[in-house]
């Protein structure tokens, strides 16, 4: 079945990388994406990777994935206050009926930030 | 762009009463998404609706959820009768996609949610 895992808890300093870490399970997925829940709003997508790539860095972001273990991982370098929040790594859910913009959300991450 | 719009952003009521929330998806997309999100279970999707029609409901957890999207700018998600049980954030996402083809490229864009107490 569809099932997308993160640890639930991260608790790094300011200053420090973070790496937070997703298995997922649909191999076929051409897509998957890491977004970002700042407390009492929405989801935002932060980044996105192909599933032909290896590596995606985009400034203090670096995604890396490893399609043979099924697995995604974010590091955020030099992590800040600000970016204390819930992550969620998500992968396009099973077509259903044809095309689908569904996405399997995993459990996210809570990444605190200590100063 | 005001983005995904939702009302009410907070809804406290009583078990056994009729809630209905609301959503405005951005204007030109034909995806919406209706998300509930809870300590215990995290971020659960409950149903989507491509071109207003459901497509996949299999997440609504029993008969007393119901939704509807009578037209391209609104959606509702209706609990009747409510239980202390599914008190939660209740989110609503739309996309659009870029290429028609499964799987392709998609961003949902979220509401900043209703917070539902149930007593």
């Known amino acids: 079945g569809e099932d997308v895992e993160q640890s639930l808890f991260l608790s790094v300093r300011e200053g420090d990388s973070s790496v937070i870490n997703c298995t997922y399970t649909?191999?076929?997925?051409?897509?998957l994406y890491w977004y970002k829940q700042e407390p009492g709003a929405g989801l935002q997508l932060l980044t996105y990777?192909?599933?032909?790539?290896d590596m995606k860095q985009d400034q203090r972001l670096t995604v890396l994935l490893n399609k043979k273990d099924k697995h995604l991982s974010l590091r955020i370098a030099d992590t800040q206050t600000g970016d204390s929040a819930i992550y969620f790594c998500?992968?396009?859910?099973?077509?259903?009926?044809?095309?689908?913009?569904?996405?399997?959300f995993g459990t996210g991450t809570l990444l605190a930030v200590q100063p | 762009d005001a983005g995904v719009i939702q009302s009410p952003r907070h809804e406290v009521t009583e078990m056994g009463q009729e809630v209905t929330l609301r959503c405005k998806p951005i204007s030109g997309h034909d995806y919406l998404f209706w998300y509930r999100q809870t300590m215990m279970r995290g971020l659960e999707l409950l149903i989507y609706f491509n071109n207003n029609v459901p497509i996949d409901d299999s997440g609504m957890p029993e008969d007393r959820f119901s939704a509807k999207m009578p037209n391209a700018s609104f959606s509702t998600l209706k609990i009747q009768p409510s239980e202390p049980r599914d008190s939660a954030v209740y989110f609503c996402?739309?996309?659009?996609?870029?290429?028609?083809?499964?799987?392709?490229?998609?961003?949902?864009?979220f509401g900043p949610g209703t917070r539902l107490t149930v007593l």
């Open positions: 996402a739309s996309s659009s996609p870029g290429r028609a083809a499964p799987s392709s490229y998609t961003e949902q864009f």
């Open positions: 998500a992968e396009h859910g099973a077509p259903y009926g044809g095309a689908t913009n569904k996405l399997i």
């Open positions: 990777i192909f599933s032909n790539m």
């Open positions: 649909d191999s076929s997925s051409t897509y």
